[in-house]
T-cell receptor, first 111, second 116 residues
Framework: RKEVEQDPGPFNVPEGATVAFNCTYS??????FFWYRQDCRKEPKLLMS???SGNEDGRFTAQLNRASQYISLLIRDSKLSDSATYLC????????????FGTGTRLLVSP | EAGVTQFPSHSVIEKGQTVTLRCDPI?????LYWYRRVMGKEIKFLLH????????ESGMPNNRFLAERTGGTYSTLKVQPAELEDSGVYFC??????????????FGPGTRLTVL
């Protein structure tokens, strides 16, 4: 079983749509959580951290459910520029960061 | 401010040859990480430097891989001898240590290694 599981997609949505991605993680000792975005053949870039109380950054909302070991990302009013792969990342923090990545969920936003 | 840089961007070598990848972190970042993405798989942690010291090398696949960070600045990752399964994209990342649980890691563009 993978440590971080994501639906690889692709999710094909029209501009303006709302789309949600889910992710589950297996290690209950995971300390912190992130969503990274990766464009085709580019490096991953931090989209947002995920806090226990849930957090929002513009059109993006992240939620964490520690009991179910589940993380979500909601994108509202999708833009063409949102087309990318979204990586769910957990931090097995033991004094230092150690990131474990999911394989990513691919999003394609069409006109 | 310059981001994380990696050299070369691409490398094509034959099985049995040696390749050295270089990473220059963001200036002032004590933490430097190496990751690898094999085709179709997730990005996987290889190792972590704090300044010039190896903090965690639990992800290194085997002793054909050697990472160094002399002087705590740039880092090199040498693969010797390269095998077919070493093909993939090698990413380097760096971070400060200001917010331990939520440090942002800044990734370089990666080195795409192909072993024939």
């Amino acid at each position: 079983r993978k440590e971080v599981e994501q639906d690889p997609g692709p999710f094909n949505v029209p501009e303006g749509a709302t789309v949600a991605f889910n992710c589950t993680y297996s290690n209950s000792a995971s300390q912190s959580f992130f969503w990274y975005r990766q464009d085709c053949r580019k490096e991953p870039k931090l989209l947002m951290s995920v806090y226990s109380s849930g957090n929002e950054d513009g059109r993006f909302t992240a939620q964490l459910n520690r009991a179910s070991q589940y993380i979500s990302l909601l994108i509202r009013d999708s833009k063409l520029s949102d087309s990318a792969t979204y990586l769910c990342v957990v931090n097995l923090y033991t004094g230092f960061q150690k990131l474990v990545f999911g394989t990513g969920t691919r999003l394609l936003v069409s006109p | 401010e310059a981001g994380v840089t990696q050299f070369p961007s691409h490398s094509v070598i034959e099985k049995g040859q040696t390749v050295t990848l270089r990473c220059d972190p963001i200036s002032g970042h004590d933490n430097l990480y190496w990751y690898r993405r094999v085709m179709g798989k997730e990005i996987k942690f290889l190792l972590h430097f704090v300044k010039e010291s190896k903090q965690d090398e639990s992800g290194m696949p085997n002793n054909r891989f050697l990472a160094e960070r002399t002087g705590g600045t740039y880092s090199t990752l040498k693969v010797q001898p390269a095998e077919l399964e070493d093909s993939g994209v090698y990413f380097c990342a760096s971070s400060q240590d200001s917010i331990p649980l939520y440090n942002e890691q800044f990734f370089g563009p990666g080195t795409r290694l192909t072993v024939l």
